[in-house]
Each structure stands twice: as C-alpha cells, then as structure tokens.
C-alpha cells in the first residue's frame, strides 16, 4: 500500500500557484519523497524529490516539514498544460533499485 | 538525450493470443522496470533488471507474463494466453544506479503500451 495520503482533487486557476500537499506521517529517516506527475495517456513525468531540505527545479518546489511528516509541491505559476494527476511517493534511499509505490494522487485541474 | 521509448503504443489483441512490447531504455541507464496500470489507479510494478539480470518480480507478475533483458539494453515484456483482465498500459521506466551511500536511483518513464484484449 502507499504510504502517502493526498486530496483526491485540487483546483488552480491559471497564473496562480499550485499547492499540493501530501501526508507521509510514517516516514522513515533514509526515505525520500519523489512528485511525479501524469498527464492523461502518458506515462508519468518525474518532477522533483527530496530528503530533508527544500529543494527547487525548473519545474516546481518541494516544501518538507522539519518533522517530515508532510511535504508541498509547488508549481509557481499553473498553466492549463499542468493538468494532470500528481503522484506523491515515499522511496527508501538505498543502492538497490526498489520499486515506486503510487497511490491514486491528486487530480489537479488548471482552469482559465 | 532521447527519452526511454515503447513500442508498439497500441496493442489490440483477442483473448488468448500472444503479445509481445519492447522498451528501450534511456543510453547508459543500467536499470529497467516494467508496470502496469488500469483506468483510475496508479501504475503497479511488475519487475525490475539490473543489467541483464531480473532481479525482483512482483507476485502481479503470473507464470502467463515473462520479461527478458538479454542484453542489458533494451527490454521485451510478453503474455501469453491473454485475458481481457490483462487489458492496461504498461510502463516500462529506467534509471541509473547511483554510488555506494548516495539517493536512490530516479526512474524516468515511456509512454507506455496500451493493451486493448478483445
């Protein structure tokens, strides 16, 4: 089973920040929290990950509470093509390759 | 720097043929996983090489499926006798091993194999 929980759906009007949470409360100190995203009849797009610190790419920001219970993506300013449904994933960090989790995400839909 | 890439991108069969989808991974990525998801859930993993070994099958993964990386490049996922339970997309994904100590590979997906069993 996942091990994350995220709102079945979002709302973001275009040109706003998108802010979605995720809840990992059983966390453990050597796993990483990875956003992937999956935009209708695609495969998924891996979008950002991180361990303890705030981290930020080109395509968004994750926000990771100091206790690391819950982490936000932030997609700065939506844009219609950033409809899709949002994974939130919770990875051990380790040399063997292991296998993504994903739960059912967050539909979120960018409206104009 | 091409992306990991699927063929065929649609597959319609009748129950009980055989089908076979390749994956070709991302040049120079060491790793390949195959997943499958149905309409409205999240992909589902199926198994994962290392190189040209297989070393962790998921128990979704019936004696009916069979995966093969001879050569460590690119990768062949088949079904035999297919069922209309089978109709999906599968994914196949690939990653890079990173150094001793170091975060754990990211896997970067194909668009997928949509499976349609008649």
């Known amino acids: 089973d996942a091990k994350t929980t995220q709102p079945t759906s979002m709302d973001c009007a275009e040109g706003r920040a998108a802010n979605l949470p995720c809840n990992h409360s059983t966390i453990s100190g050597n796993e990483y929290v990875y956003w992937y995203r999956q935009i209708h009849s695609q495969g998924p797009q891996y979008i950002i990950h991180?361990?303890?610190n705030n981290e930020t790419n080109e395509m968004a920001s994750l926000i990771i509470t100091e206790d690391r219970k819950s982490s936000t993506l932030i997609l700065p300013h939506a844009t219609l093509r950033d409809t899709a449904v949002y994974y939130c994933?919770?990875?051990?960090?380790?040399?063997?390759?292991?296998?993504?989790?994903f739960g059912k995400g967050t539909t979120l839909s960018v409206s104009s | 720097d091409t992306g990991v890439s699927q063929n065929p991108r649609h597959k319609i069969t009748k129950r009980g043929q055989n089908v076979t989808f390749r994956c070709d991974p991302i040049?120079?990525?060491?790793?390949l996983y195959w997943y499958r998801q149905t309409l409205g859930q999240g992909p589902e993993f199926l198994t994962y090489?290392?190189?040209?070994?297989?070393?962790?099958k998921s128990r979704l993964l019936s004696d009916r499926f069979s995966a093969e990386r001879p050569k460590g490049s690119f990768s062949t996922l088949e079904i035999q006798r297919t069922e209309q339970g089978d109709s999906a997309m599968y994914l196949c994904?690939?990653?890079?091993?990173?150094?001793?100590?170091?975060?754990?590979?990211?896997?970067?997906f194909g668009p997928g194999t949509r499976l349609t069993v008649l």
């Open positions: 040049s120079e990525h060491n790793r």
């Open positions: 090489f290392q190189n040209e070994a297989q070393l962790e």
């Open positions: 994904a690939s990653s890079k091993s990173t150094l001793a100590g170091g975060p754990t590979d990211t896997q970067y």
């Open positions: 994933i919770v990875r051990v960090a380790n040399q063997a390759g292991t296998a993504l989790i």
């Open positions: 991180g361990l303890k």
